[in-house]
């Protein structure tokens, strides 16, 4: 089982709509959840950190379930510049080092 | 402006030649990484630095050999290339080797083996 799986995609969605990512990680004593967002040949860049209690940060929303081990990342009111892969991250349980996802990735239309 | 920079943007060699990639974060930070991004996609962490000290090394081959002469610089040599060397290499930074702060990505330098 990979540390860190995720569904490759693509999810095609039309513009507005509400999407849904999830993620599993096989750590349980992993500590520190994130999701990063990278564009087509481009760097990976922090989208938000995912805390415990659930997290919002304007259109997205990060969700943790410890016991299932999943984390879930929605995406509301889907724009065409939200078209990129999204990687799903958890630490070691050091917390020293990341293990990233291989990503979802997502295309808007008009 | 550019706060993790990394040279050469794209490097096209043969196999069994000897390469460099270079890095400079302008950031103030303390700790750098190396990562590698395989065809498929996945990232995956190579080396950390802290303070030019190595704190990670992920059972990375021999032929990889980082150095960090001050704390704004991790460059990367690789002795004779091999194709499975060929990814999207990514420099990072962070303000400390706790990963609880954001990892700052340089613009990855893509490396063909032929």
């Known amino acids: 089982r990979k540390e860190v799986e995720q569904d490759p995609g693509p999810f095609n969605v039309p513009e507005g709509a509400t999407v849904a990512f999830n993620c599993t990680y096989s750590n349980s004593a992993s500590q520190s959840f994130f999701w990063y967002r990278q564009d087509c040949r481009k760097e990976p860049?922090?989208?938000?950190s995912v805390y415990s209690s659930g997290n919002e940060d304007g259109r997205f929303t990060a969700q943790l379930n410890r016991a299932s081990q999943y984390i879930s990342l929605l995406i509301r009111d889907s724009k065409l510049s939200d078209s990129a892969t999204y990687l799903c991250v958890v630490s070691n349980?050091?917390?020293?080092?990341?293990?990233f996802g291989g990503g979802t990735r997502l295309m808007v239309k008009p | 402006d550019t706060a993790v920079s990394q040279?050469?943007?794209y490097l096209v060699t043969q196999m069994g030649n000897d390469k460099?990639?270079?890095c400079e974060q302008n950031l103030g930070h303390d700790t750098m990484y190396w990562y590698?991004?395989?065809s498929k996609k996945f990232l995956k962490i190579m080396f950390s630095y802290n303070n030019k000290e190595?704190?990670?090394?992920?059972?990375?081959?021999n032929r990889f050999s980082p150095k960090s002469p001050d704390k704004a610089h991790l460059?990367?040599?690789i002795n004779s290339l091999e194709l499975g060397d060929s990814a999207v290499y990514f420099c990072a930074s962070s303000q400390a080797r706790d990963i609880f702060y954001e990892q700052y990505?340089?613009?990855g330098t893509r490396l063909t083996v032929t």
């Open chain 2, 36 to 38: 590698k991004q395989d």
């Open chain 2, 7 to 9: 040279t050469p943007k």
């Open chain 2, 75 to 77: 460059n990367l040599h």
């Open chain 1, 93 to 99: 349980n050091a917390g020293n080092m990341l293990t």
């Open chain 2, 105 to 107: 990505f340089g613009p």
């Open chain 2, 20 to 22: 460099s990639i270079k």
């Open chain 2, 54 to 61: 190595l704190i990670i090394n992920e059972t990375v081959p």
């Open chain 1, 45 to 48: 860049k922090l989208l938000m």
